[in-house]
């Protein structure tokens, strides 16, 4: 959604840009632990570690092959496509401790000897790429777009939104046909696209994402106009700017010097992936699990109010982002009964964590009623995703009014029939989820 706790931006799209045709539920290892995992020790660790199989077990579509699809103990080391050994923690509690110890840099993590999950590596000027104080100096400008009131202003026009593309159906694609100009319309507000220009930029922003089929020559023009694209659109705020974000960053760049064109350029592509690639992602994933779940549909129907908790749920059960960013550590350190070398590589399963049999009873089962279902879908701590709020928001209107307008929702493919990105994305989802009621 990705985020600024994920790791994809528009310059690591993987190659092509463009969803590889994936059919069915199924797991791209075969259920085999990946030869990345290295086998765990006979450890005290191991003992807590059987969520490591709910959580890939539950999973719709492909997966990053280096997840441990087995027990494994709560910081291993796995091997990533890049070659490189890298720790992966995941505990929910040890998680949310490297997401904020100042000892696990972000900025290392950019250089181009940093051990990597990805060959391409992220612009090194971006916010994702950043430690304190250079990080903290450019999300307290960007938060000016989701503080509570501002997401207050978003509702009135998603909800309009999400009720037009629903109304007079009994038949929709949730991801082309809802989830996508839902979102496109709610980034395009955020960042002041003219209305007249939202297809342009809604068809540049899929076929850049890789949410359309398309050829990687394609992705890759795609990208490239898509650039110059924010840059025409900063130039036209220069001149008029508007209340909406970029309006904001704009005038924090000429009157105040807060930031440079390539930071300026930087921010409004990553609200781009946290506003839009990942919200398209979550809703299908979340809808997805209901459809599977057709009680807690129902208990969603016959009780709407549930909407704003089975929101947290969802988030928790179907991640759209299942890892963190990677980070380097500063020095060694002791995490999880492991000695952490400094320079090594640390990654969080965020969607390990969110199995955590210490955070939540019986985590593989969905359960919309849960009590505060804790989750790290989003990050945590400095560089939790600062799209975070606009996706809740987007997700919670977009239930709330399928439930209205669609009760007796149901599939309507079998599930095979189902395209999905492709795992190398990051960014998880459906490309196409056709339903009727």
């Not at 959580?55 to 496509?81: E, N, S």
């Not at 400008?141 to 939104?161: H, K």
């Not at 909407?307 to 350190?333: C, H, K, M, N």
Request: hydrophobic content about 40%; glycine content about 8%; some cysteine.
């Amino acid at each position: 959604m990705t985020t600024d706790e994920g790791e994809l931006s528009l310059s690591r799209t993987a190659p092509g840009g463009c969803p590889r045709t994936t059919s069915g539920d199924s797991d791209p290892s075969g259920g085999v632990p990946p030869s990345g995992g290295i086998p765990p020790r006979a450890s005290g660790h191991l003992a807590v570690a059987a969520h490591t199989q709910h959580a890939t077990g539950v999973q719709r579509g492909p997966m990053l092959p280096y997840l441990p699809r087995h027990p494994v103990p709560d910081v291993v080391r796995v091997l990533a496509p890049t070659g490189d050994r890298l720790w992966l923690v995941t505990r929910y509690e040890l998680g949310r401790q490297v997401l904020t110890d100042t000892r696990f840099s972000r900025a290392l993590a950019v250089a181009e000897s940093a051990p990597a999950i990805h060959p391409l590596r992220p612009d090194p000027v971006a916010l994702t790429s950043l430690d304190p104080p250079a990080h903290g100096r450019l999300r307290k400008l960007i938060n000016r777009a989701f503080v509570p009131e501002a997401m207050a202003a978003q509702e009135g026009p998603i909800r309009r939104t999400a009720r037009r593309l629903l109304q007079g159906r009994r038949a929709i694609d949730l991801v082309s046909g809802y989830a996508m100009p839902l979102s496109a319309s709610t980034i395009c507000q955020v960042l002041g696209v003219p209305e007249a220009e939202q297809d342009r930029f809604s068809r540049l922003a899929d076929r850049a994402h890789g949410i359309t089929p398309c050829s990687p020559g394609e992705s890759e023009t795609a990208r490239r106009e898509l650039r110059a694209y924010f840059a025409a659109l900063a130039d036209h705020a220069r001149r008029d700017p508007g209340d909406d974000l970029l309006g904001t960053l704009i005038l924090a760049r000429e009157q105040d010097g807060a930031l440079d064109e390539p930071e300026l350029l930087a921010l409004i592509e990553l609200l781009l992936n946290a506003g839009y690639e990942t919200t398209i992602g979550q809703i299908g994933l979340a809808a997805l699990a209901l459809l599977e779940h057709p009680a807690q549909w129902r208990e969603l129907v016959s009780r709407p109010e549930l909407v704003p908790g089975a929101v947290e749920e969802l988030l928790r059960y179907a991640p759209v982002v299942p890892i963190s960013f990677t980070r380097v550590a500063r020095q060694d350190v002791e995490l999880g009964g492991e000695r952490i070398s400094a320079g090594d590589g640390v990654l969080v399963s965020l969607l390990h964590a969110n199995f955590d049999a210490a955070e939540h009873a019986e985590p593989e089962v969905l359960n919309v009623r849960r009590d505060m279902p804790r989750n790290l879908t989003f990050g945590h701590g400095p560089h939790v995703c600062l799209g975070a709020q606009l996706a809740r928001l987007q997700l919670r209107v977009a239930l709330e009014e399928l439930v209205r307008a669609a009760p007796g929702l149901r599939p309507a493919v079998a599930p095979a029939a189902l395209r999905w990105r492709p795992a190398e994305a990051v960014v998880r989802g459906p490309t196409t989820l056709p339903v009727s009621w």
